[in-house]
């Protein structure tokens, strides 16, 4: 499909782009042949996807490509094999500035799936909601300049319930004690993504 992309504004062949990243769909799905989308309504025709959900009206290859980096960064830090170690000391969720990673590189990937989910018509990301903030991240991403103002600074929790590893849920906007945030699941963590100015209290 020929259309314009979003990220570039440049009216090119769209590919199909991943929101979250292919590969957190990947491990939900396991060795099962496809995911099998679930929703609230009235019963339809339930929807299946190969390799997790896809938008084909937002970004052309060469920023899908751009984006790729910072996904395939984001695998390493995500680690599910690495996920029990992570979180040794007892804790049920760490501030990401708590663990030695490349800041810079994950804050661009934080940035890059809300600002993704943010854009999408897709039904899957319908529940995000990040208002001007889309702009904002849209600017600081084409300048690749990162977040050090800790404006969306993110808290990682491991999710340990047996049978969440095979479930994707939406992630979703809401307000905590009047501080945006935006939820994404990406098995088997769960993000806790501010979108607000305020910093976290403890
Ligand atoms: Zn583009």
Redesign the pocket.
């Known amino acids: 499909m020929i259309g314009i ?1 979003q ?2 504004g ?1 009216r ?1 062949p769209l590919v199909g782009a991943h929101i979250t990243p292919r590969n957190y769909f990947q491990r939900v799905k396991g060795r099962a042949f496809y995911l099998e989308g679930v929703q609230l309504g009235p019963p339809g025709k339930a929807k299946r996807f190969q390799a997790g959900v896809k938008d084909k009206a937002i ?2 290859s ?2 899908d490509n751009r984006f790729g980096v910072w996904d395939n960064y984001s695998y390493q830090v995500l680690d599910a094999r690495k996920a029990d170690a992570k979180f040794s000391r007892g804790k049920q969720a760490i501030l990401l500035s708590e663990i030695p990673i490349n800041f810079e590189k994950f804050s661009l990937f934080i940035l890059s799936l809300l600002w993704r989910a943010a854009i999408s018509n897709e039904p899957f990301y319908k529940r995000v909601e990040i208002g001007h903030h889309q702009s904002v991240i849209k600017d600081m991403l084409k300048n690749e300049f990162y977040d050090v103002a800790g404006f969306y600074s993110t808290v990682v929790s491991l999710l340990k319930p047996e049978k969440h590893e095979t479930i994707m849920f939406t992630p979703y906007s809401v307000t905590l004690d009047g501080v945006a945030v935006v939820f994404f699941y990406m098995p088997p963590f769960k993000l806790m993504v501010k979108v607000d100015r305020r910093p976290f209290t403890r």
Do not use: D, G, K, M
């Open positions: 992309c990220f570039c440049e090119r970004l052309c060469s920023c």
